[in-house]
């Protein structure tokens, strides 16, 4: 595609609920990167992909975080058993290796209530 | 693990001045670095990428300039526009961290 494609744009989920993003990124980009931004702050690293395998998942806050990208191009974030906490704008972006630069989506506000 | 901090935390100018801003990192061993802009409740949108083996780039009314050895980059905005107001942001790529960034406010 042109760009990255996030989707939902907003996620609104109760508490203790599971919530599935997704990134679809430009095509022929090797690498994604999930980051999370709360207000007034700059985004947090999460996980960064190179095809298929997760090359860095340390930014992952716990284990109620986790993330696919299964063949290599489209990859979903899932949280389990959500928490107010996790409210954010979760943001994902694509580049043709580390070293290039990154192109953002628009992200995913979440909202847990 | 690489640090970021990028300084001030928010400015405010009049329009038509000349401003810089600032990003520092602990780890010099970078790969590349990356100057973005961030509008309210918005994606962000690149500006300037600066190769590890470049000094500056320049786009437009922006210059972005490295210096590795001292883990400095500034990003400098000429004749600066309202148009301009919105949170600028610097990124490490490679170790894939971010400033907090600066609030540029220009004001008419």
């Known amino acids: 595609g042109a760009g990255v494609s996030q989707t939902p744009s907003n996620k609104v989920t109760e508490k203790g609920k599971y919530v599935e993003l997704r990134c679809d990124p430009i095509s022929g980009h090797t690498a994604l990167y999930w980051y999370r931004q709360s207000l007034g702050q700059g985004p947090e690293f999460l996980i960064y992909?190179?095809?298929?395998?997760?090359?860095?998942d340390s930014g992952l806050p716990n284990d109620r975080f986790f993330a696919v990208r299964p063949e290599g191009s489209v990859s979903t974030l899932k949280i389990q058993r959500t928490e107010r906490g996790d409210s954010a704008v979760y943001l994902c972006?694509?580049?043709?290796?580390?070293?290039?630069?990154?192109?953002f989506g628009s992200g995913t506000r979440l909202t847990v209530v | 693990k690489q640090e970021v901090t990028q300084i001030p935390a928010a400015l405010s100018v009049p329009e038509g001045e000349n401003l810089v801003l600032n990003c520092s990192f602990t780890?010099?061993?970078?790969?590349?670095l990356q100057w973005f802009r961030q509008d309210p409740g918005k994606g962000l949108t690149s500006l300037l990428l600066?190769?590890?083996?470049?000094r500056e780039q320049t786009s437009g009314r922006l210059n972005a300039s490295l210096d590795k050895s001292s883990g400095r980059s500034t990003l400098y905005i000429a004749a600066s526009q309202p148009g301009d107001s919105a949170t600028y942001l610097c990124a490490v790529l490679g170790d894939m961290r971010f400033g907090a960034g600066t609030r540029l406010t220009v004001k008419p």
């Open positions: 780890d010099s061993a970078i790969y590349n």
């Open positions: 600066i190769q590890s083996s470049q």
């Open positions: 972006a694509s580049s043709l290796s580390p070293s290039d630069g990154y192109t």
């Open positions: 992909f190179q095809g298929t395998g997760a090359a860095d």
